[in-house]
Nanobody
Framework: QVQLVESGGGLVQAGGSLRLSCAASGTISSIKAMGWYRRGPENQRQLVARITSSGKTTFADSAKGRFTVSRGNGENTAHLQMSRLNPGDTGVYLC???????????WGQGTQVTVSS
């Protein structure tokens, strides 16, 4: 079983920055990708940013140019650096890991990001 622990959420004023971190532990075979999703108004998970084991990154249009995603020095960690935040970025951010030959999915509990205007 895989456990994901997120940290770094909080309250920030519009224009500010936050850095989210995710650490994966447990029974993990090779990590294929790590990413961040935001829970939408209908509880759906919307991709914010993702990075594969080869370093390929994918961003939501709203995140391009403002957010960066990276893997930590420990291979089972990932970071989301968010800059120029606006109230539209408010939400619960969920860490996701795809691992193993079948790209099995694991999810964190989420961390709240609130951007005040």
């Amino acid at each position: 079983q895989v456990q994901l622990v997120e940290s770094g959420g909080g309250l920030v004023q519009a224009g500010g920055s936050l850095r989210l971190s995710c650490a994966a532990s447990g029974t993990i075979s090779s990590i294929k990708a790590m990413g961040w999703y935001r829970r939408g108004p209908e509880n759906q998970r919307q991709l914010v940013a993702r990075i594969t084991s080869s370093g390929k990154t994918t961003f939501a249009d709203s995140a391009k140019g403002r957010f960066t995603v990276s893997r930590g020095n420990g291979e089972n960690t990932a970071h989301l650096q968010m800059s120029r935040l606006n109230p539209g970025d408010t939400g619960v951010y969920l860490c996701n890991v795809a691992h193993g030959p079948n790209w099995s999915q694991a999810w964190g509990q989420g961390t709240q990001v609130t951007v005040s205007s």
